[in-house]
């Protein structure tokens, strides 16, 4: 039976979380640019405004147990939707949407991108890749249930049901510019290739009085159906 649930950032309330294991995304060949004239960042290269697209689009594939995860970063395409300075700041507007899926059991979401630095590891060509610093916001998640051999997998790398947030770290570097390898962070306007990206899962704990009110209501259900089944039967005339 397919499960649905909306707007987890809402329906969760939790007054802390705990973290889980951390996930691995890869399977990807686009390009973030860091257009060093207008201090902005593009996650997929091959976007710029003039191709009239809705979206930049920033994702990839991968084996997940006995099927393929699709994942993906949506930005609006606009000149200036994330802009950077020199310091490791980001300013807004300062994100898009993300989604994964397994053809079946779906993850949506909104991300954000908070800063960004130097991850201190030197390329082939001497110069440090970046890492790209934000978060994901769960608004929606669908598990198609016992119909979907897959969707035990789908939970196990999402820690869902469950998890209303993810902090995430996209690393990028071998930047390149005007045909040649050079720093990222410069006026070349150069592209970041992918290293890596990872998600740390928040999962959401309720405080001892939402425990409280959760179990006094199923047991105010239990009490209800037990007195209806209680009830004799009547007696048909």
């Known amino acids: 039976m397919r499960t649905t649930v909306q707007s987890l950032g809402l329906a969760l309330i939790a007054a802390g979380a705990l973290s889980a294991g951390t996930i691995s995304l890869t399977g990807t060949d686009d390009l973030v640019a860091f257009n060093g004239a207008l201090d902005t960042i593009t996650l997929g290269e091959g976007c710029p405004t003039v191709d009239k697209v809705s979206n930049c689009t920033f994702g990839g594939s991968q084996a997940l147990g006995a099927g393929t995860l699709s994942w993906a970063f949506e930005t609006p395409n606009t000149p200036g939707n994330i802009t950077f300075d020199g310091a490791g700041d980001v300013y807004g507007p300062t994100g898009g949407t993300f989604s994964a899926t397994d053809g079946l059991d779906i993850l949506n979401g909104t ?3 908070s800063s960004w630095s130097f991850d201190g590891v030197p390329d082939s060509h001497g110069y440090d890749g970046i890492d790209l610093s934000g978060s994901i916001t769960v608004t929606g998640l669908t598990l198609e249930g016992i119909e979907d051999p897959n969707e035990a997998a789908f939970e196990s790398l999402f820690s869902q049901p469950g998890t209303s947030a ?3 770290v996209l690393d990028v570097g071998d930047c390149t510019g005007r045909a040649r390898y050079t720093a990222c962070i410069q006026p070349l306007d150069p ?30 259900m239990f009490d ?14």
């Open 111 to 113: 991300y954000t991108l």
């Open 166 to 168: 993810y902090s995430f």
């Open 191 to 220: 592209s970041a290739a992918f290293n890596s990206l990872s998600l740390q899962p928040s999962i959401v704990t309720p405080e001892p009085g939402t425990l409280a009110l959760m179990a006094a209501g199923l047991l105010a």
């Open 224 to 237: 209800a159906r037990r007195r209806k089944n209680a009830l004799p039967a009547r007696r048909r005339p």
